[in-house]
């Protein structure tokens, strides 16, 4: 699913005094430059939301449904390895020449999956889309220190963060609508202008004579490749073990794409470069802990990957119709932010516990709601489902402004930064394990042996009896961040 965080803003600088009103941002070149920022958040965001819509689709055409959870599977890890290499591209090319850049991949990437003749195509696509993705998201949040004053930057945060809101209205209708007619590949067609559109205003409001300028350093910033090497390859050795021939060698797989997980952690702990702050690999302490949770609140929404298959092929549901019920999710996550968000101390709390228990049971209600319907009206049946999706985003969004917040109050003094840029490399690898693991768990269950109605039955039962656990084991974290804030007071 989606997600509508975003990397922090480098906390080595002071923060602003006061905070600018909406007409400031809105006014002006201001305007004009929040436009060319949030332009390719926007299309990062509304391409996940097309996609997902239109995937059943895809399948039907040129085949592949053994292969389905790998096209989120290397969207993400494209995201992961783009968003690393943001750092570098900006400061090699600066801020027009790395926006122009992600634009450029991110199109060739949506071009590749226009013409997919087979699966395999396809999913090289979504590899190139996801490393521009990644590229343009970052690059959105990084370039807003070098293009506002101190003033605007909190206004400027949530608009981009915005954009995924957006999104969920956008993406399934263009999607849905496309799909529903037969021209699936022309949902990808579409996001070209859109692309070359914001290419043009970059040009024009990015450019040293509008202001914008941006000095080289004197040497490229390092990246820690070698543990996003280790990161990538863990979770491809995860996704890959659904094709083993017995369970036996599917769950080698997947104990061998953990180890290497694992190995990146122990060498981050030695680099000079580092993914995540100190105490961020102690599941004992609390900084561990919330990093446990954000991964795991999202491995428990990546089922969201195969519910428009299920809602087309088990309820009948249209594309279109599809499409905005599996945004319910998103949508749940965003209401649940904005009205937990100003929630502090007890408040907060509370919020933070209930969360997890929220996702838990959406994601057990769609275990019993999404393999057998006609239990319910048909009408009280969507309603059932899309509250049940709804809850599941919920469970994530009134818990998560308070998980960030601890994570910036928790980090040791000196690595506030890395902990708020690492943020972003816990979600999107929590995201990668959770889509890998779902085609593997959706596949052994009977995707596509015996498939049909038959085997996505099985399937929608155990993806989401199984996924439950994730959010489930949050609840016992959440209580040792709590207790932990709370002997702090």
Same mark, same amino acid.
């Given at each position: 699913?989606?997600?509508?965080?975003?990397?922090?803003?480098?906390?080595? @600088?002071?923060?602003?005094?006061?905070?600018?009103?909406?007409?400031?941002?809105?006014?002006?070149?201001?305007?004009?430059?929040?436009? *060319?920022?949030?332009?390719?958040?926007?299309?990062?965001?509304?391409?996940?939301?097309?996609?997902?819509?239109?995937?059943?689709?895809?399948?039907?055409?040129?085949?592949?449904?053994?292969?389905?959870?790998?096209?989120?599977?290397?969207?993400?890890?494209?995201? +992961?390895? &783009?968003?690393?290499?943001?750092? /570098?591209?900006?400061?090699?090319?600066?801020?027009?020449?790395?926006?122009?850049?992600?634009?450029?991949?991110?199109?060739?990437?949506? +071009? &590749?999956?226009? $013409?997919? !003749?087979?699966?395999?195509?396809?999913?090289?696509?979504?590899?190139?889309?996801?490393?521009?993705?990644?590229?343009?998201?970052?690059?959105?949040?990084?370039? +807003? %220190?070098?293009?506002?004053? !101190?003033?605007?930057?909190? @206004?400027?945060?949530?608009?981009?963060?915005?954009?995924?809101?957006?999104?969920?209205?956008?993406?399934?209708?263009?999607?849905?609508?496309?799909? %529903?007619?037969?021209?699936? @590949?022309?949902?990808?067609?579409?996001?070209?202008?859109?692309?070359?559109?914001? *290419?043009?205003?970059?040009?024009?409001?990015?450019?040293?004579?509008?202001?914008? /300028?941006?000095?080289?350093?004197?040497?490229?910033?390092?990246?820690?490749?070698? %543990?996003?090497?280790?990161?990538?390859?863990?979770?491809?050795? =995860?996704?890959?073990?659904?094709?083993? *021939?017995?369970?036996?060698?599917?769950?080698?797989?997947?104990?061998?794409?953990?180890?290497?997980?694992?190995?990146?952690?122990?060498?981050?702990?030695?680099?000079?470069?580092?993914?995540?702050?100190?105490?961020?690999?102690? =599941?004992?302490? !609390?900084?561990?802990?919330?990093?446990?949770?954000?991964?795991?609140?999202?491995?428990?929404?990546?089922?969201?990957?195969?519910?428009?298959?299920?809602? %087309?092929?088990?309820?009948?549901?249209?594309?279109?119709?599809?499409?905005?019920?599996?945004?319910?999710?998103?949508?749940?996550?965003?209401?649940?932010?904005?009205?937990?968000?100003?929630?502090?101390?007890?408040?907060?709390?509370?919020?933070?516990?209930?969360?997890?228990?929220?996702?838990?049971?959406? $994601?057990?209600?769609?275990?019993?709601?999404?393999?057998?319907?006609?239990?319910?009206?048909?009408?009280?049946?969507?309603?059932?489902?899309?509250?049940?999706? *709804?809850?599941?985003?919920?469970?994530?969004? +009134?818990?998560?402004?308070?998980?960030?917040?601890?994570?910036?109050?928790?980090?040791?003094?000196?690595?506030?930064?890395?902990?708020?840029?690492? =943020?972003?490399?816990?979600?999107?690898?929590?995201?990668?394990?959770?889509?890998?693991?779902?085609?593997?768990?959706?596949?052994?269950?009977?995707?596509?042996?015996?498939? &049909?109605?038959? &085997?996505?039955?099985?399937?929608?039962?155990?993806?989401?009896?199984?996924?439950?656990?994730?959010?489930?084991?949050?609840?016992?974290?959440?209580?040792?961040?709590?207790?932990?804030?709370?002997?702090?007071?």
């Amino acid at each position: 699913m989606a997600s509508s965080s975003s990397p922090s803003l480098d906390r080595s @600088r002071a923060d602003p005094p006061a905070t600018a009103g909406w007409g400031e941002l809105f006014s002006g070149r201001n305007g004009w430059r929040a436009l *060319a920022l949030t332009g390719g958040v926007a299309l990062h965001a509304v391409n996940v939301h097309i996609v997902t819509t239109v995937l059943p689709s895809v399948v039907r055409e040129i085949g592949g449904l053994d292969w389905y959870a790998w096209s989120t599977t290397l969207f993400v890890l494209g995201s +992961i390895l &783009g968003a690393a290499l943001s750092v /570098r591209l900006l400061a090699v090319l600066g801020p027009r020449g790395a926006c122009l850049a992600a634009l450029a991949v991110f199109s060739a990437g949506s +071009i &590749g999956c226009a $013409l997919a !003749p087979a699966m395999p195509w396809m999913l090289a696509g979504r590899t190139v889309q996801g490393l521009g993705g990644g590229l343009l998201a970052a690059l959105s949040y990084g370039l +807003i %220190q070098l293009v506002f004053a !101190p003033r605007l930057w909190p @206004r400027a945060v949530a608009l981009v963060s915005g954009m995924w809101g957006v999104a969920t209205l956008c993406g399934p209708a263009v999607g849905g609508l496309f799909a %529903q007619g037969g021209h699936w @590949r022309w949902a990808f067609w579409t996001l070209l202008p859109v692309a070359a559109a914001q *290419a043009l205003l970059v040009t024009l409001q990015l450019r040293p004579a509008a202001g914008v /300028r941006h000095e080289r350093p004197a040497s490229a910033p390092r990246i820690a490749l070698p %543990q996003i090497a280790l990161l990538l390859a863990s979770v491809l050795v =995860i996704a890959a073990s659904e094709f083993g *021939a017995s369970l036996p060698a599917q769950a080698a797989g997947v104990a061998l794409g953990l180890a290497l997980g694992i190995a990146a952690t122990r060498v981050d702990r030695a680099s000079a470069v580092r993914l995540l702050p100190t105490g961020a690999y102690s =599941i004992a302490a !609390p900084l561990g802990a919330i990093y446990a949770s954000v991964a795991l609140l999202l491995i428990g929404t990546t089922t969201e990957i195969f519910v428009p298959y299920f809602l %087309q092929l088990l309820h009948g549901h249209t594309p279109l119709a599809a499409g905005y019920l599996t945004a319910a999710m998103a949508g749940g996550w965003s209401v649940g932010s904005l009205l937990s968000s100003g929630r502090g101390g007890a408040g907060a709390d509370r919020m933070l516990r209930a969360g997890p228990v929220v996702c838990t049971l959406g $994601l057990a209600a769609l275990a019993v709601l999404l393999p057998a319907p006609g239990h319910l009206p048909a009408g009280l049946e969507t309603l059932a489902v899309a509250l049940a999706l *709804a809850a599941v985003g919920l469970g994530v969004g +009134i818990g998560w402004p308070h998980l960030l917040t601890r994570v910036m109050s928790r980090a040791p003094a000196g690595e506030e930064g890395l902990a708020s840029a690492s =943020i972003t490399t816990v979600q999107l690898y929590g995201m990668a394990v959770g889509a890998a693991v779902a085609g593997l768990v959706a596949n052994a269950a009977g995707l596509t042996q015996p498939g &049909g109605v038959e &085997g996505a039955r099985s399937a929608a039962v155990w993806l989401f009896a199984s996924f439950a656990i994730a959010p489930a084991l949050v609840v016992l974290l959440a209580r040792r961040v709590v207790s932990a804030t709370r002997a702090d007071s």
